[in-house]
């Protein structure tokens, strides 16, 4: 059994808590910036195995170096790869070595891809003591490059950011743009459901941080989609 503690908002934290309980270890749910201020045994944390954070908004680096503040030197940090490449997420970090990224798209099950990145200066030592972990939870661990949202949550955020484009343009509503592309292209979901699914802020943060490393209009958050996000609105107007 391994002691965790996640930092994570639904459908992202209690997601992956549910499945590590599953698995026999033992969990500790926070809300995903619960973290972000706070100092050294405010949080029981110095005692951890994992610290594993969904944190999707703010400055990524600033709050891993206020998490590696609270946790020991040995724990293992999980970081959710989405607003930040995972190199530019440990920029602040003491020791850097210590930090792998991965991507999750809830709802999880055993069988699952889980994909994970190094950064730069992720130890070998860190790497395989993560696959490891992912492994134990019956999920299957595929490497990918680093960069802001991976693979799946990278190209599903600019569906999202596209077809809210279309919403505030009045192509259509919100209802008719998911429809179409549901009945359209055989998805599962519309993009904007998606986008309410996992959270407007967690789509908004892996489009900036798309645009802050490539500086492509492609990347950029459409206003509405900015908006949204910081007056924290969660369903499609």
């Not at 703010?58 to 891993?64: N, R, T």
């Not at 200066?121 to 490891?132: I, K």
């Not at 569906?159 to 505030?168: D, H, K, R, T």
């Not at 986008?195 to 802050?212: K, P, Q, S, V």
Request: hydrophobic residues 45%.
């Amino acid at each position: 059994m391994t002691s965790i503690a996640i930092f994570g908002n639904p459908p992202f934290g209690d997601a992956l808590a549910s499945l590590c309980r599953k698995a026999g270890h033992q969990v500790d749910l926070f809300e995903a910036d619960a973290f972000v201020n706070v100092l050294p045994g405010d949080l029981p944390l110095f005692d951890k195995e994992i610290v594993i954070d969904f944190y999707h908004h703010g400055d990524k680096s600033m709050a891993l170096w206020n998490l590696e503040s609270l946790i020991a030197p040995t724990t293992l940090m999980l970081t959710s790869a989405l607003p930040a490449s995972v190199t530019m997420a440990a920029y602040d970090m003491s020791d850097p070595e210590r930090l792998m990224g991965f991507s999750l798209m809830p709802p999880l099950q055993k069988g699952e891809v889980v994909e994970v990145a190094r950064g730069l200066q992720t130890s070998d030592a860190t790497f395989e003591r993560g696959l490891r972990f992912w492994q134990s939870l019956g999920l299957e661990p595929v490497e990918v490059g680093e960069g802001p949202g991976l693979v799946r949550a990278r190209v599903l955020a600019c569906l999202v950011n596209e077809a809210m484009s279309a919403l505030a343009e009045g192509v259509a509503s919100a209802r008719d743009i998911d429809t179409a592309m549901k009945l359209g292209t055989n998805y599962p979901h519309g993009p904007l459901e998606w986008g309410e699914y996992l959270g407007i802020d967690t789509i908004y943060g892996i489009m900036n941080g798309l645009y802050a490393e490539w500086h492509e209009d492609r990347y950029r958050p459409h206003p509405l989609l900015m908006r949204m996000a910081s007056a924290g609105i969660r369903t499609m107007p």
